[in-house]
Structures are given as structure tokens and as C-alpha cells.
């Protein structure tokens, strides 16, 4: 392993947990207290009962799948295990791609910038596993 892919794994490891921090605190606490009622009377509007518990089932499928991601990427420094990985770092891409879609949609631009830059050090980490192998 050369010292710019170990970087990049403990770059990617670090943004993702930190992504996974902002995604609790905001998907799992904040957002289910603020749907359920918990704010100022002029700022509450009607919602839905179940709406709290969609934002918190959001969060926790958010957290598993960055979780997924991390398990991958440490997966990726077997080679036994490198083909499982790629496919579980190809899924965490794509829901960070959606991530990036929601938080540029709902203007949450903190999650907007974890899940680019995720995406980009999963591009990087994942590209060795899909490249052709020298003859």
C-alpha cells in the first residue's frame, strides 16, 4: 500500500465519520424533534405523526450504509476479499449520490459537501479494483 492510497483511506474513513455524525445528530435527533412539535408555536406547521419516524429511519439507513462503506474500504486492502468490496463500495457510492441529489435538492449544503467529497475518495479507492489486470 503506497502512502497516497493510505492517505486516502484515512481521509475517506475520517469523512465518513464525520458524515455519519452530522446524519445522527441531524437526521436521527434534530429533525425528528423539530417534525414532532419541539420548536417555537409560530414555527410549527401540521406534519404528518409519522413523519419524525421517517427521518428516523432515513438516519439510521443513512448510518448503515456509510458503515457498509467503512467495512468495504478496510475490506479493500485483501485481495481476497477486494471483489466483495468493490460491490459494497459501488453501493455506498450510489447512495451517496443520492445524498448529494437530497442535500442540493433541500439545500442542506453540509451534507452536500460530505457526500462529494465521499464520493470522490471512493472513486479513487475503488478504481484500483476495477482496472484491468497487467499482462
Same mark, same amino acid.
Given at each position: ?23 445522527? $445528530?441531524?437526521?436521527? &435527533?434534530? #429533525?425528528?424533534?423539530?417534525? !414532532?412539535?419541539? @420548536? ?7 406534519? +404528518? ?6 427521518? $428516523?429511519?432515513?438516519? &439510521?439507513? #443513512?448510518?448503515?450504509?456509510? !458503515?457498509?462503506? @467503512? ?7 485483501? +485481495? ?56
Amino acid at each position: 500500500m503506497t502512502r497516497s492510497s493510505t492517505a486516502a483511506l484515512l481521509g475517506a474513513m475520517a469523512l465518513i465519520l464525520l458524515e455519519t455524525i452530522a446524519i445522527v $445528530l441531524f437526521f436521527c &435527533i434534530a #429533525m425528528p424533534l423539530l417534525a !414532532g412539535g419541539i @420548536a417555537f408555536e409560530d414555527e410549527t406547521a401540521a406534519a +404528518p405523526a409519522y413523519v419524525p419516524y421517517v427521518f $428516523l429511519v432515513a438516519g &439510521i439507513v #443513512m448510518v448503515g450504509v456509510n !458503515g457498509w462503506a @467503512a467495512r468495504g474500504l478496510w475490506a479493500m486492502q485483501s +485481495p481476497h476479499k477486494a471483489s466483495r468490496a468493490s460491490s459494497a463500495l459501488v453501493g455506498a457510492g450510489a447512495a451517496h449520490v443520492m445524498l448529494l441529489g437530497c442535500g442540493l435538492l433541500s439545500g442542506e449544503h453540509l451534507f452536500t459537501l460530505f457526500a462529494a467529497a465521499v464520493l470522490a475518495l471512493l472513486a479513487v479507492l475503488v478504481r484500483p479494483a476495477f482496472a484491468k489486470p497487467a499482462d
